[in-house]
């Protein structure tokens, strides 16, 4: 016997990333050092833990593309979409007394500069 067999796939609603197409859109956490001075961050994808490049100077809001690495594409064997990395810098809390004398150090400097 012949005859339709219909699958529906629901996706659910994810914390790490929202999906636009078959792009996924996710924000990643960046400590306020490794934007100033440039690093690396670890970003979770639907494929792993995936390590993304920072450029030294990076804003807050700036956003990464990671080709190929978001949702797959129906009916097209090894297509992907992308994986949209959107930074967003921590800035440190607690700070200790020696860390806000560097910082006001630094203050001073970038203040002379301008």
Same mark, same amino acid.
């Given at each position: 016997?012949? &005859?339709?067999?219909?699958?529906?796939?629901?996706?659910?609603?994810?914390?790490?990333?929202?999906? /636009?197409?078959?792009?996924?859109? %996710?924000?990643? /956490?960046? /400590?306020?050092?490794?934007?100033?001075? %440039?690093?690396?961050?670890?970003?979770?994808?639907?494929?792993?833990?995936?390590?993304?490049?920072?450029?030294? &100077?990076?804003?807050?809001?700036?956003?990464? !593309?990671?080709? $190929?690495? %978001?949702?797959?594409?129906? %009916?097209?064997? &090894?297509?992907? $979409? /992308?994986?949209?990395?959107?930074?967003?810098?921590?800035?440190?809390?607690?700070?200790?007394?020696?860390?806000?004398?560097?910082?006001?150090?630094? !203050?001073?400097? !970038?203040?002379?500069?301008?």
């Amino acid at each position: 016997r012949g &005859g339709d067999l219909i699958i529906e796939l629901k996706v659910g609603k994810s914390m790490a990333y929202q999906l /636009d197409g078959l792009n996924l859109l %996710g924000k990643v /956490d960046v /400590d306020f050092y490794t934007a100033a001075l %440039g690093g690396k961050a670890n970003v979770k994808t639907p494929h792993g833990t995936l390590s993304l490049s920072i450029a030294p &100077g990076t804003n807050s809001g700036k956003k990464l !593309r990671l080709k $190929g690495k %978001g949702m797959p594409a129906y %009916g097209k064997k &090894g297509a992907f $979409g /992308d994986f949209i990395a959107e930074i967003k810098i921590s800035v440190p809390t607690n700070l200790s007394s020696k860390e806000k004398e560097l910082l006001e150090e630094l !203050r001073k400097l !970038r203040a002379a500069k301008e």
